[in-house]
């Protein structure tokens, strides 16, 4: 199992999270307020990256087999999460430990639903470091620590595609991958700052929304999370989150002139398609039928549209409070997700288009049995058994929704509230329907309601099979 690989890796991942915290012993600095919780928590993490580093010291590996790399990106998620739950344990704002935990799973995981109350009562660095955790998870723990990989003399490939959905490679080596994903990463979350300071955000807000927006987390410092702020400013978030929610590799194309890779790009067109087709129907309804001007209608319903199809869960207005046929649009769009390669979550853009296709196909030959017809994304040849993974992978998420959401019921939730808490958490998304709607939060529910989101959250953050092999009796056994 090469379980040295694993303990080589989490202590690269305790790593950066004690810098991480030491950053926030800084920001505490700056507002005055206590450093004792990043102070211990930068200990105990100091401490467990030592214990880690010392089992593992001597030994030198050149790869990551399949099994070493599923347990390693299982335990990072895990490991990391609870870490991060230490600065909430030791300030003293959370009424439990896995209430801390949730809030630090769903950070993390880029989920953004809350058990908080009162969001502004919490020192400014416990609020800072709540919005951190979107910005390290949204990049994604382990394409942190492909960049530091070299000093492991461990290939590290077999890790980065479990963790991530990058469908395609920018350069051929995977360390240069990680570094160009990091820079545009980086660009992408200054590039807001900017924009948001000239649309007079404090400084503090805009860093914290800025990591919110391009990790499409959606925490934000702010009871009423985007909607205290101007109309320029909600559309610069609009604008950032539907980055956010695009193939990095777009991005990357972009940076270079590629423009006609851009242009042929599929998963592109599909996914600006679903974003302006619900959101023009959605301004149609609250126009239509509530007192909103058009201009009002159109930017709370593709805010609200890219919020939840990118994942990210801010919002800046209560959808639950529209017609009927706006919060059901919404609910829907909870399994569409952004595209692949990109900080949002969800079933993916590209599974859906290949799964249309794939549909499409399956009519076509039943009519023409004798035809050779194959799906194609972006004028590539998507093969049988890539169609057959992908509807597969779309069979499992639907199921896993089902089991969570029928457990959630059997603890007492109402249906709508069980439903969209399992698709907000799989998806990545915050807020759901029901009593965890847009403006209410997730402490009303059961200790073990929570522990189970957040199971979800990390199931669908790692994209069910990370997860779902490490329960299979056939994974444990030696080869």
């Not at 595609?161 to 990091?182: F, N």
Request: glycine share 8%; with cysteine; charged share 10%.
């Amino acid at each position: 199992m090469k379980l040295i690989v694993v303990s080589k890796i989490l202590t690269r991942i305790l790593s950066i999270s004690t810098v991480a915290f030491l950053i926030c012993i800084f920001i505490a600095l700056d507002y005055s307020e206590p450093i004792w919780p990043f102070v211990y928590s930068a200990a105990i993490s100091i401490l467990l990256s030592g214990i880690l580093f010392f089992t593992s010291k001597d030994k030198e590996l050149t790869s990551v087999n399949k099994k070493a790399a599923y347990l390693s990106v299982a335990f990072s998620w895990f490991l990391i999460s609870l870490v991060g739950s230490l600065p909430f344990i030791f300030s003293g704002y959370f009424p439990t430990y896995l209430d801390a935990f949730f809030e630090s799973v769903s950070g993390f995981t880029t989920t953004g639903a809350s058990i908080l109350s009162d969001i502004e009562s919490l020192p400014k660095s416990i609020l800072f470091w709540r919005s951190f955790t979107h910005w390290i998870g949204g990049i994604g723990i382990i394409v942190l620590v492909i960049l530091i990989m070299p000093a492991l003399k461990i290939g590290s490939y077999n890790l980065f595609t479990l963790e991530s959905s990058l469908p395609e490679k920018i350069h051929p080596r995977i360390q240069s991958v990680g570094k160009r994903l990091l820079f545009i990463y980086v660009l992408l979350t200054v590039a807001e700052i900017v924009f948001l300071l000239v649309g007079h955000m404090p400084l503090y807000d805009s860093v914290c929304h800025a990591f919110g927006t391009i990790s499409t987390g959606g925490f934000s410092p702010k009871n009423t999370s985007i909607a205290g702020y101007s109309p320029y400013l909600q559309y610069v978030v609009m604008i950032f989150m539907l980055l956010g929610g695009t193939n990095f590799i777009i991005h990357y194309y972009f940076l270079k002139r590629r423009f006609r890779k851009i242009k042929e790009n599929e998963e592109l067109r599909f996914y600006l398609t679903v974003v302006i087709g619900s959101g023009l129907i959605i301004t149609a309804i609250l126009f239509l039928h509530s007192e909103r001007s058009f201009e009002l209608s159109f930017r709370e319903s593709f805010f609200q549209v890219i919020s939840i199809i990118t994942c990210t869960g801010f919002a800046t207005s209560d959808y639950l409070l529209w017609p009927k046929m706006g919060w059901i649009l919404i609910f829907v769009l909870m399994f569409f997700g952004g595209s692949m390669g990109s900080t949002a979550g969800g079933i993916k853009m590209a599974r859906h288009l290949i799964a249309v296709k794939n549909i499409k196909n399956t009519f076509y030959k039943l009519k023409h049995p004798n035809s050779v017809h194959v799906v194609k994304l972006n004028n590539k040849v998507v093969s049988s058994q890539e169609c057959n993974s992908t509807m597969m992978f779309i069979l499992w998420y639907i199921m896993a929704f089902l089991v969570g959401s029928y457990a959630l019921i059997l603890l007492g939730l109402d249906g709508a509230t069980a439903l969209s808490s399992i698709a907000t958490a799989m998806g990545g998304i915050g807020p759901g329907l029901g009593s965890v709607g847009p403006a209410s939060n997730f402490a009303h529910l059961p200790q073990l309601a929570k522990f189970i989101i957040m199971l979800f959250m990390i199931l669908g953050r790692l994209e069910i099979y990370p997860v779902l092999i490490l329960f299979a009796p056939f994974f444990w056994k030696k080869q």
